[in-house]
Nanobody, 128 residues
Framework: QGQLTESGGGLVQTGDSLRLSCVVSGGTFNTYHMAWFRQAPGKGREFVSAIKSTGTIQSYADSVKGRFIISRDNAKNTMYLQMNSLKPEDTAVYFC?????????????????????RGQGTQVTVSS
């Protein structure tokens, strides 16, 4: 049973960078497809980025493509989200998710409910 803990959030200014981390304890990290989601105030949870268990394939929402980079270190049981050129519209609680039994396809990796394990979130606030 995997437990996920996010960290790295904070308050930054427009144009700054942050790196989020998601540590997985328990389970078998190197078999998990994983993803980042976010939820802004008053809005629904949205897909941000996903990475295959092997780390060889990454996927991004159009809103973050070219600015965010997802990666993972299977030796450290950790997934990362490097966020560059941050904008006020990136303000949200960021959540990580792990273990996607249905497989790594766009239909499934964008669906929060399809992941077996989910974190509690870390707040990112970007001021203008």
């Amino acid at each position: 049973q995997g437990q996920l803990t996010e960290s790295g959030g904070g308050l930054v200014q427009t144009g700054d960078s942050l790196r989020l981390s998601c540590v997985v304890s328990g389970g078998t990290f190197n078999t998990y497809h994983m993803a980042w989601f976010r939820q802004a105030p008053g809005k629904g949870r949205e897909f941000v980025s996903a990475i295959k268990s092997t780390g060889t394939i990454q996927s991004y929402a159009d809103s973050v493509k070219g600015r965010f980079i997802i990666s993972r270190d299977n030796a450290k049981n950790t997934m990362y989200l490097q966020m560059n050129s941050l904008k006020p519209e990136d303000t949200a609680v960021y959540f990580c998710a792990a273990d996607l039994p249905r497989g790594y396809t766009a239909t499934y990796y964008r669906d929060w409910s399809g992941y077996n394990f989910r974190g509690q979130g870390t707040q990112v606030t970007v001021s203008s």
